[in-house]
């Protein structure tokens, strides 16, 4: 299987500040990464699919980048509903592994 | 606005199966080529991605669980189900269903609320 490290394991930030999570694949993924949020309670939410392809109805503050086996979630001015969890997960090969969470609070 | 609700057991007793449904509605499930999909979250908020299977029942599936999974699609009643035997309480997660468009990459763009079930005797 292929392992997806994210880090850091959590950060603190303020309403307003940029912050970047990064996500290393055990291997290469090529472009094959996707970024989830969670909230608690909730289901995880696609943000970014293919590394770098903004979901439809995401707000275009969230921005992913990367390829091979390294790739980076940016958010820039959060806002008070993006303080939440944050998943990476690789779809390139079975079976489609998922990071350990990555959880941004105030 | 097509949904996804899952349903099933809250509670089942070690080595026995657990069998859950996850509903399809405001579309048909085996219109679109889709591949519908079962993840599971634990308490420790990992998660782990269990398989999918395709509107035509071609499954992929976790090497780690094949030897207790099954996975099915009834078209007639617009549902997919996921079939685990020998539960322990590894297996005490909350699950989602997924779907995921054809065609890659796999985004998996819609799941559902998801159940929570726990392996206790």
């Known amino acids: 299987d292929i392992q997806m490290t994210q880090s850091p394991s959590s950060l603190s930030a303020s309403v307003g500040d940029g912050v970047t999570i990064t996500c290393r694949a055990s291997?290469?993924?090529?472009?094959?990464l996707n970024w989830y949020q969670q909230t608690p309670g909730k289901a995880p939410k696609l943000l970014i699919y293919?590394?770098?392809k903004l979901q439809s109805g995401v707000p275009s503050r969230f921005r992913g980048s990367g390829s091979g086996a390294d790739f980076t979630l940016s958010i820039s001015s959060l806002k008070p509903e993006d303080f939440a969890t944050y998943y990476c997960?690789?779809?390139?090969?079975?079976?489609?592994?998922f990071g350990q969470g990555t959880t941004v609070d105030i | 606005q097509v949904q996804l609700q899952e349903s099933g057991p809250g509670l089942v007793r070690p080595s026995q199966t657990l069998s859950l449904t996850c509903t399809v509605s405001?579309?048909?499930?085996?219109?679109?080529?889709?591949?519908w999909s079962w993840i599971r979250q634990f308490s420790g908020k990992g998660l782990e991605w269990i398989g999918y299977?395709?509107?035509?029942?071609?499954?992929f599936l976790n090497p780690s669980l094949t030897s207790r999974l099954a996975m099915s699609v009834d078209t007639s009643k617009n549902q997919f189900s996921l079939r685990l035997t020998s539960v322990t309480a590894a297996d005490t997660a909350v699950y989602y269903c997924?779907?995921?468009?054809?065609?890659?990459?796999?985004?998996?763009?819609?799941w559902g609320q998801g159940t929570k079930v726990i392996v206790s005797s």
């Open positions: 405001g579309a048909s499930i085996n219109n679109g080529g889709y591949y």
């Open positions: 997960q690789q779809t390139n090969s079975y079976p489609h592994t």
């Open positions: 293919a590394a770098s």
């Open positions: 997924a779907r995921v468009p054809p065609g890659a990459p796999d985004a998996y763009a819609l």
């Open positions: 299977v395709s509107e035509a029942g071609n499954t």
């Open positions: 291997q290469t993924i090529s472009y094959h």
